[in-house]
């Protein structure tokens, strides 16, 4: 290898592309590989197939250094191989690893001998292990992207967590030198830990929301208020800045539920307790249905004839994905009443075709009994509370992620009700 | 297993619902609503078979046919001793072995929220299954004895307090208030009062029932209004309706406060499942059996003088 060390990316969904156009933006030649001719076709000619606040532009500013093929010879040219494709999980959070298994394979069939391979894609403790070669070390590496901010994550990483089949040896001269680029503490560690450490991550986020969630439903019902306790814990150095302290309608999006999964599968596999992650599971499922107990609570009981606004549909703002969405699971639960939706980036979802698809926010707030605020995105932020009333024909409004101003919507008219207090 | 329906719509009509147990306070309700929805329905009493008899089981099976919806509420309630919890199993043990032998097309059985744990809050069907009580025991035993003997799809539904005009019992809670209250005697709670349960009337339960038959549900549904009220509150609502209103008063415990005072529900899975079914809330609900009760009591003496 002379000069800097070229970079492949293998699985263009999420968390590779973000990843190989971070690796660009670092100046790094980058090859941005998929089997997919036409995906392969789109990116190339700037379409891209997620939406990530920033990503086009990066991209766009670094497109020189990025080479997207479906050419597995263009791999040949390079010194590090990250092995990335999002691993789709089902209902119960199984992974589904075919396709990371098939660009593995194709990694390591492929690569230099002297090239480092590294698995990027979120496995279970012991995937890596199972895939060392005869002669080629493959190595694992922690993702920690988070959807809607994976232009932030990938670009300017807290540390970056490498599992090593042998992590007393220093890492490859090339997988070293990319890694430094990004000026954050590396951490090497066993394959295991390192595929434990980001399931464990995961778990601690989890235990802050569900310890958010269960305290925030308390408020509810004794007069407290969650957003005047949160900001105090934060000032608490154990508890930190950063801490995930707002409440909210479970987990969603399935990689967190994996994970949880992951946690029960493996206690029991090996004997392990580990009753506090299906607390998690089912605190998530109950806080999930808040806003479809509430509405009925509210009005469904005595308004048969009642019409329901929603806005957002993606389980998250910044983002396109519907996955686990409670958003979409409420309007799968208001079948005999009518639904109006609204949201900035999704315009349709299978299995909702009943549903009315606004083409602004106030729009779908337009005669409606009540209104959902489900994903809150930045433009709902925007929305005047006065503007909404006049637009509604009935009062409710229920905003579990505090998008309005819940004093001015209380000004305006409206029974405003959200999270954490009542 | 939750709640799911084989028939999403709920448009089946069965051919015939046999209600085994329609002599009692649940079963004459869900006969009356079957009878609403003009299902044609087949009303099983103690005197059509009796299902503690050495012939129980061929007797109901030969009252059965091939294809029946069943709805099974017979009982002996509440079950507090052991020959309580042995009668009720010979029952359901008479009633799986002939419900074995003419499979029906669907088995709803009303179970009781007891078979849960105390400590279970908020409760929902997810909520593990492990009765303190010997009625909670019999419930859960009978559940698992039709669930694994009756090769038919099967749902438990599992109702808590049920209040009603017919109510035969005269347990703590709204029906002893009205009637201490229509003797003209104080209202009588225990302590302050302040333990919180879910009531729902005895006619909701009777509609879940049909619901399920319609969609041929299957697995578990707590039939229960997810509000919780204290007897105290209750108390006051039943002294109001009289007038003068009637005087409630505290005695003492009969044993120790109980640890776990309250008992909430979650009832998410049922506005998931029946989106449209909405509990009576309980104010209305005794409300109404007021006015029933008082309308019965009214017209009796006019039937006598017309005899």
Redo the contacts between chains.
């Keep these: 290898m002379t000069g800097l060390p070229v970079i492949a990316y293998l699985g263009m969904t999420h968390l590779g592309l973000c990843s190989a156009v971070a690796a660009a933006s670092k100046g790094f030649s980058t090859v941005a590989f998929d089997r997919d001719v036409d995906l392969v076709r789109r990116l190339d000619a700037g379409t891209l197939p997620v939406v990530e606040p920033g990503l086009d532009d990066l991209l766009r500013v670094n497109r020189a250094r990025v080479s997207f093929t479906a050419d597995t010879a263009a791999l040949r040219a390079c010194d590090v191989l990250y092995v990335a494709p999002d691993v789709p999980t089902d209902d119960h959070g199984q992974s589904d690893c075919s396709v990371l298994n098939d660009l593995v394979e194709l990694a390591v069939g492929t690569a230099r001998p002297d090239a480092t391979i590294v698995v990027l894609s979120q496995v279970a403790p012991g995937y890596t292990r199972a895939r060392q070669a005869s002669g080629r070390s493959v190595y694992y590496q922690v993702e920690t992207l988070v959807f809607g901010r994976g232009v932030e994550r990938a670009t300017l990483p807290e540390r970056f967590m490498v599992g090593c089949p042998d992590p007393a040896r220093p890492l490859p001269a090339a997988l070293d030198a990319y890694l430094r680029a990004f000026d954050c503490p590396i951490l090497p560690m066993r394959l295991e830990s390192a595929e434990l450490a980001k399931i464990s991550i995961n778990c601690c986020l989890v235990a802050s929301i569900t310890v958010t969630n269960t305290l925030a439903e308390v408020c509810e019902r004794v007069g407290a208020d969650w957003s005047e306790i949160a900001p105090a814990l934060k000032f608490d150095k154990r508890i930190g800045h950063g801490a995930y302290l707002s409440p909210g309608l479970g987990i969603g999006g399935g990689n967190l539920e994996r994970d949880l999964a992951t946690v029960i599968r493996l206690s029991e596999s090996h004997g392990t307790e580990a009753n506090v992650i299906r607390a998690f599971a089912?605190n998530s499922?109950?806080r999930r249905?808040w806003v479809?107990?509430t509405l009925?609570?509210m009005l469904?009981?005595d308004r048969?004839d009642a019409r329901i606004g929603v806005l957002g549909l993606a389980y998250k703002e910044n983002t396109h994905s519907v996955k686990n969405s409670p958003s979409v699971a409420l309007i799968h639960?208001?079948?005999?009443?009518m639904v109006q939706a609204y949201d900035p980036v999704v315009r349709s979802v299978d299995g909702l075709d009943e549903v009315k698809h606004a083409e602004s926010a106030l729009d779908a707030a337009r005669g409606v009994d009540a209104l959902a605020i489900m994903t809150p995105w930045a433009e709902f932020r925007t929305l005047n509370a006065a503007a909404l009333a006049a637009a509604m024909r009935g009062r409710v409004v229920l905003d579990p992620f505090r998008v309005l101003d819940g004093r001015a919507a209380q000004a305006a008219g409206l029974q405003y009700r959200t999270l954490g207090v009542n | 297993m939750l709640l799911r329906h084989i028939d999403a719509y709920g448009a089946s009509t069965p051919e015939r619902v046999v209600v085994v147990g329609a002599g009692g306070f649940v079963g004459s309700a869900i006969v009356g609503e079957l009878a609403a929805a003009q299902i044609p329905t087949l009303a099983l009493t103690r005197q059509s078979v009796n299902l503690t008899g050495p012939d129980a089981a061929r007797t109901l099976a030969a009252l059965l046919v091939r294809g029946d919806a069943v709805v099974f509420v017979s009982a002996v309630a509440p079950a507090r001793t052991a020959a309580h919890l042995m009668t009720n199993l010979t029952m359901a043990h008479a009633a799986a072995t002939a419900l074995a032998a003419v499979p029906p097309s669907h088995l709803v059985y009303i179970s009781s929220d007891a078979v849960y744990a105390d400590d279970a809050t908020?409760v929902?069907e997810?909520s593990p299954v492990a009765p303190s009580t010997m009625h909670g025991m019999m419930h859960a035993a009978r559940e698992l004895l039709f669930r694994t003997e009756v090769p038919a799809p099967f749902v438990a539904l599992r109702p808590t307090l049920i209040y009603g005009a017919a109510d035969p019992h005269a347990g703590y809670g709204p029906n002893r208030f009205r009637r201490q209250a229509a003797r003209g005697e104080p209202i009588t709670i225990f302590g302050e009062g302040e333990e919180r349960r879910d009531h729902v009337a005895v006619e909701d339960v009777a509609r879940l029932a049909v619901r399920s038959v319609r969609h041929r549900s299957v697995g578990v549904l707590n039939a229960v209004t997810?509000v919780s009220t204290s007897f105290h509150d209750i108390a006051h609502i039943v002294a109001a309706q009289f007038t003068p209103h009637a005087v409630v008063q505290s005695v003492p415990r009969p044993g120790p406060r109980p640890h776990l005072l309250h008992r909430f529900f979650?009832?998410?899975t049922c506005?998931?499942v029946f989106?449209?079914f909405?509990f009576e809330r309980l104010a209305t609900g005794l409300a109404r059996v007021h006015r029933e009760v008082s309308a019965t009591t009214a017209a009796m003496p006019a039937r006598a003088n017309a005899t």
Excluded: K
């Design positions: 089912g499922a109950h249905s479809l107990r009925h609570m469904l009981a048969p639960h208001l079948g005999p009443w | 908020p929902t997810a997810g979650d009832i998410t506005y998931e989106p449209d909405h």
